[in-house]
């Protein structure tokens, strides 16, 4: 399992006490709540980046530094890789920030179609290395399988980008086990982690697919996407004529006051207390939602209100 270990973070400018844990087996440390960057920009027309984007993007990139986050997650179609590009300018504005965090990006989707080729991976990784401003990334993740791409090829980009000193270390995103094990295969090296959409509104990672149960087994970290459900779950958005999700936010509301927290971060703290060691990607450029989100992290849910949050999710019994 992941290395978890209670430590005083050392982003940055900041005071703030965040768990940390390895990526993967034995990678490096980073704080158990990250940031996922694909609403940096604030827009997702790359050409649409101005003076106000930046600046708020600069702001929120600090208020994350502040609150202990250390790991930053890309792709290269955020923004139309408008997301990778401000991301630059918030490098620039905090002079050293990139020795002490962790930058992950990922490549392969397309415009209707996605893309795992050798080529195309060399290609798409020069871009975003340029468009971030740095020299490698520390994690390089395929965004989605590509059926038309035999995953050796795939790998062997891959095993050559590692080579190269490009990229540190290698993960997958939306892989379902199988997909993981043909990949693999070919790697000269541990897949890392698996980035995947789970939260209190989806369920299957958990207990149907097997997605977590492969994670524990071969030791990759599951980073976890749309962990509030695109804000459902912070009850920032209405789910009147949702029986279910009614009952599920009547669970939170009730356990939130319980923990002295925000809806918000029991869920995400209903995510960190799995033993996956599962990263929750806050997808926000608003410093409040970000300090929030981090806020979770200091919650230790009982057995008994997590299977509550579980039960009241599934909207019926457990088996």
């Known amino acids: 399992m992941p290395n978890l270990q209670m430590v005083k973070d050392s982003a940055i400018g900041t005071t703030a006490s965040l768990s940390q844990q ?23 027309n790359p050409n649409e980046v101005g003076p106000e984007h930046i600046r708020r993007a600069v702001e929120s990139f600090e208020a994350a530094l502040e609150a202990g986050i250390t790991l930053y997650d890309h792709a290269d179609i955020y923004g139309g890789g408008g997301c990778e590009s401000i991301f630059k300018e918030c490098l620039k504005a905090v002079p050293g920030a990139r020795e002490r965090i962790y930058i992950a990006t990922k490549c392969g989707i397309r415009p209707a179609h996605y893309n795992l080729t050798a080529d195309y991976i060399h290609g798409a990784l020069d871009r975003s290395l340029a468009r971030l401003g740095v020299d490698y ?73 097997g997605t ?34 009614e009952g599920l936010l009547q669970e939170l ?3 939130s006051e319980k923990y002295n927290s925000t809806r918000g971060q029991l869920a995400i703290a209903w995510l960190l207390a799995h033993p996956a060691g599962i990263i929750p990607l806050v997808g926000s450029n608003k410093p409040e939602h970000i300090r929030e989100a981090a806020g979770a992290d200091r919650i230790e849910l009982s057995r008994e209100d997590w299977y509550r949050l579980w039960i009241a999710a599934r909207g019926k019994n457990i088996p």
Not at 139 to 149: E, I, K, S, V
Not at 159 to 186: C, T
């Open 212 to 245: 977590l149960d492969q994670c524990m087994a071969m030791q990759m970290t599951p980073l976890a996407y749309s962990p509030l459900a695109k804000g459902v779950l912070s009850g920032r958005r209405d789910v009147s004529g949702d029986p279910v999700l």
């Open 137 to 209: 990334v520390d994690l390089y993740q395929m965004h989605r399988p590509d059926p038309l791409t035999h995953p050796a090829e795939t790998a062997r980009a891959l095993n050559e980008i590692v080579r190269q000193g490009k990229v540190r270390s290698i993960g997958v995103s939306n892989y379902y086990p199988e997909q993981v094990r043909a990949l693999q295969r070919y790697l000269d090296m541990p897949i890392r982690s698996n980035q995947i959409a789970i939260s209190l509104r989806r369920l299957e990672p958990i207990y149907d697919d």
């Open 22 to 44: 390895t990526v993967g087996a034995d990678g490096p440390r980073v704080a158990r709540v990250a940031l996922g960057c694909m609403g940096l920009a604030g827009t997702g």
């Open 253 to 255: 509301k009730a356990q």
